[in-house]
């Protein structure tokens, strides 16, 4: 799985690059049924909505879930980010954002290296992130939306706010953008949400300006996104936040191919279930 050089330049153009049906659709329900497995344990990396309590984000799967560390090593996902970072990388975060049906949940213009700068003292933006869209992506489920070509003006907000919905991690909300600091760049570069079917890839840049709207269809919108970050580039901050927030391993991580099939879907034809 490697970028081309059109690809390539598209990402660093645009600050971000849309893969189209990297995962299929049976491997993705696959990774669906592993997220419903570990939603059903309660723990600080599960956050539920305030108002439904219905799970809102799950963090560092990964960690304990095998498919989820497989995806996080498939060549598919791991090698766009080497190849983007140029060089070792481990994940930094890995998240998987649930908005419901009909929510109300939205999600503030912001840039994420705002948020790893300022709590995690990360020298550098030398990340990527890469989202696996779990659902389709449509106009009207809350996709990702990116002014393209935001990350290259550079940090936009330098402190954060302190509101209760960032006690577990820190919510976009707290380095939401003001509209004084957006207004012309939106004007000048316009923006563009991304509709692609389900099990596709969106490469994004920490620095690229996004947020994302509510959901106003009938089905839950499920958004996988991990982030890698480059081996040279490890936070300085003294106390460093939970290691479901911020990956603690850094041991640059190896591609291990894998395709995700249900255990009944491996067995011989002609066996009994
Ligand atoms: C993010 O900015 O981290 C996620 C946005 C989304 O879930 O739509
Ligand atoms: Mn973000």
């Known amino acids: 799985m490697q970028l081309t050089v059109d690809q390539i330049g598209s990402y660093e153009e645009s600050g ?14 696959v990774l669906l049924e592993a997220m419903v497995r570990d939603s059903g344990n309660d ?8 108002d439904s309590n219905e799970l809102s984000t799950l963090y560092a799967s990964h960690q304990r879930v095998g498919e989820f560390a497989e995806l996080v090593r498939t060549p598919r996902l791991l090698c766009p980010a080497q190849t983007i970072l140029g060089g070792d990388v481990y994940v930094y975060q890995f998240k998987i954002n649930v908005k419901s049906a009909f929510g109300k949940e939205k999600v503030a213009w912001h840039q ?23 659902d389709e992506a449509t106009e ?6 990116f002014v393209p070509g935001s990350h290259k003006v550079g940090n936009l907000r330098e402190n954060r706010d302190h509101s209760p919905s960032s006690a577990k991690h820190l919510d976009p909300e707290d380095i939401a ?3 004084q600091n957006i207004t012309h760049l939106i004007d000048e570069c316009g923006m563009k949400s991304v509709q692609a079917p389900v099990g596709s890839l969106v490469l994004f840049s920490p620095e690229i300006i996004h947020g ?7 089905a839950p919108r499920r958004l996988l996104i991990a982030t890698y970050n480059s081996c040279s580039n490890l936070p300085r901050v003294a106390e460093p936040r939970p290691s479901y927030l911020v990956g603690d391993d850094s041991t640059p991580l190896k591609p291990q191919d894998k395709e995700f099939e249900r255990l009944d879907e491996r067995l011989p034809v002609g066996s009994s279930k």
């Open 16 to 29: 971000f690059l849309v893969l189209e049906s990297v995962l299929s659709p049976s491997e993705v329900d």
């Open 43 to 50: 723990g600080p990396y599960r956050l539920m909505s305030d």
């Open 112 to 134: 994420d290296y705002t948020a790893w700068k300022i709590a995690d003292e990360l020298p550098n933006s030398r990340l990527i992130n890469v989202a696996l869209l779990l």
């Open 140 to 145: 009207f489920n809350g996709p990702l939306i």
């Open 177 to 179: 953008l003001r509209p």
């Open 212 to 218: 994302s709207a509510p959901n106003m269809s009938p």
